[in-house]
């Protein structure tokens, strides 16, 4: 089954305590992107990646980072957590050049930081 | 920029009154335009999709019509159902392929009461 998979769905962690959390997909997709999602703010995309060893900032990059060593993999880093990274988190990817499809979204990440 | 602003929500209807959700977008070139809908504690599934202007999306009862001359892809349903009540995500691929390809709005709540 084509997914986008995300873990762990739900972290409660304190504040500076280094924490990652996963993406893989299984589409073969080139791009691969994190959102955060707050109440009455929407989606705010915090980095984005057009392919492996290709990433670029998002609209709120600040305090976290990521990789994309594979193209399957895009993991989010939150290296020192802070309260106001309380957030639910979503994972994207789709394919590339030349194509109009959609973005495949996982199931979220809820992390509350204390 | 490209962007996209959709109508505000929350928006609260009775069951079988008709709904329309407005979106308008700004974009170079001639994106591909996205409904996307977050039923209550879940991620983000495609609802339907439009790649080029005139195009009519629909599922689930749900349609939106690519209208270039006005830049809008506004969603509509004849009959609403308590089961739709949810988040209503609109979106656009950018048709160029450097940097960042996917921008949404703000998201619409949607209520359906019986």
């Known amino acids: 089954e084509a997914q986008v998979t995300q873990n762990p769905r739900y972290l409660i962690t304190v504040t500076g305590k280094k924490l990652t959390v996963t993406c893989s997909q299984n589409m073969n997709h080139e791009y691969m992107s994190w959102y955060r999602q707050d109440p009455g703010l929407g989606l705010r995309q915090i980095y984005y990646?057009?392919?492996?060893?290709?990433?670029d900032k998002g609209d709120v990059p600040e305090g976290y980072k990521v990789s994309r060593k594979e193209k399957r993999n895009f993991p989010l880093i939150l290296e020192s957590p802070s309260p106001n990274q309380t957030s639910l988190y979503f994972c994207?990817?789709?394919?590339?050049?030349?194509?109009?499809?959609?973005?495949?979204f996982g199931e979220g990440s809820r992390l509350t930081v204390l | 920029g490209d962007s996209v602003t959709q109508m505000e929500g929350p928006v609260t209807l009775s069951e079988e009154a008709f709904l329309t959700i407005n979106c308008t977008y700004t974009?170079?070139?001639?994106?591909?335009l996205f409904w996307y809908v977050q039923y209550p504690g879940e991620g983000l599934q495609l609802l339907l999709k439009?790649?080029?202007?005139?195009d009519k999306g629909s599922n689930k009862g749900f349609e939106a019509t690519y209208r270039k001359e006005t830049t809008s892809f506004h969603l509509e349903k004849g009959s609403v159902q308590v089961s739709d009540s949810a988040v209503y995500f609109c979106a656009l691929r950018s048709p160029l392929n450097t940097g960042n390809q996917f921008y949404f709005g703000t998201g619409t709540s949607l209520t359906v009461i019986p």
């Open positions: 990646s057009m392919n492996v060893e290709v990433t």
């Open positions: 994207a990817s789709s394919f590339t050049v030349g194509d109009t499809g959609e973005l495949f």
């Open positions: 974009a170079t070139g001639y994106p591909s």
């Open positions: 439009a790649t080029k202007a005139d």
